[in-house]
C-alpha cells in the first residue's frame, strides 16, 4: 500500500508525486454502477449527499465504494473518458475499483492521459477520519 501524507487539498504518494486539486468527502459509499456518470463524471445517485457533484480531476474520498464488480467496469469507462479523479482515497480497500483502474494501466495504459488513472490507495479506520 502506497503511503501518502495530505496538506490541504494536495496528497502526495510515495511514490513523490503530488497531486493539488479539488477534494470531495463523504462518510458515505458510492455505487459507480448507476451512481456515477462514465460520460460526464457527476454522481447522479439522487440519495448520495455528493450528488450533482464532479469526480473529474478530484480527490475522491470515500470510505468505500459500494455494489456490484460492474463498478470496474465504469471506472474503466471514466478513464477511458478522461473523467476519473486524480485519487481515490478509501478507508477500506475495495478490489473492484482497482479491477478499472489495473486494467485501463494495463491495457489502455498508451491511450490514457498521463493522469487518467487514479491513485487509488486505502488508509484504514483512523487516518480516513482524519
Known amino acids: ?8 487539498n494536495n496528497i502526495m504518494s510515495s ?4 497531486i493539488t486539486c479539488n477534494a470531495l468527502y463523504s462518510t458515505v459509499g458510492i455505487s459507480f454502477w ?17 450528488h450533482g457533484e464532479c469526480i473529474t480531476d478530484k480527490i475522491l474520498c470515500i470510505p468505500s465504494g459500494r455494489g456490484s464488480c460492474t463498478g470496474s467496469q465504469v471506472m474503466l469507462e471514466l478513464i ?8 481515490i482515497i478509501l478507508r477500506s ?4 475499483l482497482c479491477t478499472g483502474a489495473i486494467v485501463a494501466e494495463e491495457f489502455f495504459g498508451d491511450e490514457c ?3 487518467a488513472v487514479p491513485i487509488i490507495c486505502a488508509v484504514g479506520e483512523d487516518q480516513f477520519a482524519k
Open 34 to 50: 448507476g451512481g456515477i456518470d462514465p460520460v460526464t463524471g457527476k454522481v447522479i445517485d439522487q440519495n448520495h449527499e455528493l
Open 1 to 8: 500500500m502506497p503511503s501518502f501524507f495530505t496538506n490541504n
Open 80 to 87: 477511458l473518458n478522461d473523467k476519473g479523479p486524480r485519487a
Open 113 to 115: 492521459s498521463a493522469t
Open 15 to 18: 511514490s513523490e508525486e503530488i
Open 93 to 96: 480497500a475495495d478490489s473492484i
